[in-house]
């Protein structure tokens, strides 16, 4: 069964970076798109990032536009987000999640969680 | 940017039927997905392209999309679809999908 696994979620503070990572296992990882949904606190879903299967065309949120860069490791099965000026607004648990060819998101991590906060 | 538009709470009887909508623009020229959240778990598909039902997910859900909305029924309504839902549309220009608002279905 496909499984991925998001680490790197932290307490940081505002203005600062931080660099999340996914580790994905039990599928051909360098097939598939990938992307990241976060979710704040009492909040809903919120897509923000994502990259093809092989790098070539990456998208983000309007929020997130700017500050953060989506990059993935085929040879490592690995999907990461390198998050800049964090503000409170970014705040909540970001899922790493696999797209099908079907068009939705049938893998999901437990996600990873990231606070900012001074 | 595109924008998805739920109602933010829909409550119904156990055995009643559910009607979750989703709001957008021409949404009925794009392929809908609706996720069910439980709390303090991860999203799960429960409908996609519309109206296809992935293995495992009870023959109770179904969806349809045409206009400017989409909608998500729940026949025959139990206890533990209490959940979450969100719907999302995906452009195939786009290499993503927009997560609607959400809505939170409440069993009573």
């Known amino acids: 069964e496909a499984r991925v696994v998001e680490s790197g979620g932290t307490l940081v503070h505002p203005g600062r970076s931080l660099r999340l990572s996914c580790a994905a296992s039990?599928?051909?990882?360098?097939?598939?798109?990938m992307h990241w949904v976060r979710q704040g606190p009492g909040k809903g879903l919120e897509w923000v990032a994502a990259?093809?299967?092989?790098?070539?065309?990456?998208a983000y949120a309007d929020s997130v536009e700017g500050r953060f860069t989506v990059s993935r490791e085929n040879a490592k099965s690995s999907l990461y987000l390198e998050m800049n000026s964090l503000t409170t607004e970014d705040t909540g648990f970001y899922y790493c999640?696999?797209?099908?060819?079907?068009?939705?998101?049938?893998?999901w991590g437990q996600g990873t969680l990231v606070t900012v906060s001074s | 940017s595109y924008e998805l538009t739920q109602s933010p709470s829909v409550a119904v009887s156990p055995g009643q039927t559910a009607t979750i909508t989703c709001s957008g623009n021409n949404l009925g020229e794009k392929y809908v997905t609706w996720y069910q959240q439980r709390p303090g778990q991860s999203p799960v598909v429960v409908m996609y392209q519309n109206d296809k039902r992935p293995s495992g997910i009870p023959e109770r859900f179904s969806g349809f999309n045409s206009g400017n909305t989409a909608t998500l029924t729940i026949g025959g309504t139990q206890a533990i679809d209490e959940s979450d839902y969100y719907c999302q549309a995906w452009d195939s220009g786009r290499a993503w999908g927009v997560l609607g608002t959400g809505t939170k279905v409440s069993v009573l």
């Open positions: 990259i093809s299967y092989d790098s070539g065309a990456t």
């Open positions: 039990e599928f051909a990882f360098h097939d598939y798109a």
């Open positions: 999640v696999r797209q099908t060819p079907q068009y939705y998101f049938d893998t």
